[in-house]
């Protein structure tokens, strides 16, 4: 079976919705779930997990996506069409335009899974510097996800038996959040920058993609005010972006 889940975040929350029962693909036993905090579009169409129209993807998304009004415009010109406010639908609308081309056109926080019940896959992401946490657990009979490690371990095949190595690094150098190993031996961490296609009808290993990195080669002839007069532009453009809201910031 594979199971996601979505623990209760701080603050104003609405319980879980749009129950349904798990939904099984090719043997594999489905289950998508999540408690929302709500920033864009309070209404229940907001709520998660959301379908497209068609029924053919399905989300669990934790974050936000900034130039969400932006890429629905794009979107809207290729002949999609939105019935929410909510930047889960564009994300998921953008996932099936791109594909997993689509976490190149974002600008944002996020964690999310998407679910293609025509190819038969479950698609799992992180952004590009690992702000929204995604744990997950895999054996031979099930996969599990969550933005929690104490999620996990309410599973009964989760143990909690410490990853030795993971340990001495935390008592000699404090080191608790690096790479793709966690202090638990069982439960692993999707690395920032990084997403996983997982086929519900193969038992093939997980292996992690990376889908950007910084690069570090770029010059720039730029004099110091120039420089620090397109930083300050840069910046309050993505404050600005980030202050996008359907709540009081």
Known sequence: GFLGYEPNPKGESQPPSKTREPQSLSGASVGLLHRRLSILDLSEAGWQPMSTPDGRYHIVFNGEIY?????????????????TGSDTEVLLAGYAHWGSGVLNHLVGMFAFAILDTQLNKLFIARDFFGIKPLYYTNSDTQFAFASEIKSLLKLPVVSRKADAQRVYDYLTSGLTNH?????????QQLPAAHYIEIALDSAEPITPVRYWQLDLTQQSDLSFDAAADKLRTLFLESVKLHLRSDVPV
């Open 67 to 83: 130039n969400y009004i932006e890429l629905r415009s794009r979107l809207k010109d290729e002949g999609y069409t939105f019935s």
């Open 179 to 187: 790479g793709d190993r966690t202090l638990f031996a069982e439960i």
